[in-house]
C-alpha cells in the first residue's frame, strides 16, 4: 500500500483484470487515492514528474458517487490515451448545483515518454464489475476492476 498525505490506494491480484481501491477521509480524497492506484498499475508515478497541469470538469445528471466514479475513472483512461499523458498527483472536487454534479480535478505530470517512464502494463477501460463506494470506520472506500 502506499501513501500520501491524506489518502491511500492499493492495487489486488484479480483473475484476468486488476482491481484497484482508493481509500480517503473525504469523498474526494478516496477519487484521488483510487485515481493514483489507476496510474499505479500502469506507471511507476515516482517517474513521473509534475511538468504539466490538466485541469478538466465533468458534470453529471447522475447523484450516483459510483457512476461519478466511473465516470471520473473512465476521462482519466481517455486522458491517457489521447493526450498521452501520465500523472504523479491528482486534485479533485465534487460540487453540486441545480441537480448537477460537477468534478473537477487537476492532473500533475507529463507526456509520456517511455524512455523515461518505468512503464507497466496499460489500463483499456473501467469496468462496472465490482464498482463500489464503502464508509467504514470514518473513511470512504472506492473499489473497481479495470481492464488490462
Not at 471520473?72 to 489521447?82: A, E, G, M, P
Not at 524512455?115 to 477501460?125: E, R
Request: aromatic share 10%; hydrophobic share 40%.
Amino acid at each position: 500500500m502506499s501513501k500520501s498525505n491524506s489518502r491511500s490506494w492499493e492495487i489486488h491480484d484479480h483473475t484476468a483484470d486488476v482491481i484497484i481501491e482508493g481509500k480517503g477521509k473525504t469523498l474526494e480524497k478516496a477519487f484521488e487515492g483510487i485515481a493514483l492506484a489507476l496510474q499505479s498499475v500502469m506507471v511507476d508515478i515516482s517517474s513521473v514528474k509534475p511538468r504539466k497541469i490538466i485541469k478538466e470538469c465533468i458534470e453529471l445528471n447522475s447523484s450516483s458517487s459510483e457512476e461519478q466514479l466511473f465516470e471520473f475513472l473512465s476521462r482519466i483512461v481517455f486522458i491517457k490515451d489521447v493526450k498521452k499523458f501520465f500523472f504523479s498527483d491528482v486534485e479533485l472536487f465534487i460540487t453540486t448545483d441545480n441537480n448537477k454534479v460537477k468534478l473537477c480535478f487537476t492532473l500533475k505530470g507529463e507526456r509520456i515518454d517511455p524512455k523515461k517512464h518505468t512503464i507497466f502494463t496499460d489500463v483499456k477501460g473501467v469496468s462496472y464489475s465490482e464498482l463500489k463506494i464503502l464508509n467504514e470506520k470514518g473513511y470512504y472506500i472506492c473499489r473497481c476492476v479495470v481492464d488490462v
